[in-house]
């Protein structure tokens, strides 16, 4: 015999509880008639649904620190070059 289908509202309503208001776990699943494994698999679920839109970002933002560095890295050497040149060119009579 299965369990009980529960909405997908009626979950992240029984989620909220605990995040939001600050109920404890086993208070709700009580109050729900439901088990603390189930409440704890919903919030996993959740968090995991919310998850990859951070991702996303966080995706984003490494590729922009990788292609700032390579800028960095560039810029280094050209200045680097730039300098050796300085220097010959000083070091040389007129």
Not at 12 to 28: C, L
Not at 38 to 59: F, G, H, T
Not at 78 to 87: H, Q, Y
């Amino acid at each position: 015999m299965k369990g009980i289908r529960y909405t997908d509202e009626f979950k992240s309503e029984a989620i909220k509880q605990i995040t939001d208001r600050g109920h404890a776990v086993a208070d709700v699943a009580e109050r729900l008639g439901v088990s603390t494994k189930s409440l704890y698999k919903w919030r996993q679920e959740i968090d995991c649904q919310k998850r990859p839109a951070m991702n996303a970002d966080v995706v984003a933002l490494k590729q922009e620190v990788a292609r700032l560095n390579a800028a960095l890295k560039r810029a280094i050497e050209e200045r680097d070059i730039l300098k050796k040149a300085a220097v010959y060119f000083a070091s040389q009579p007129e």
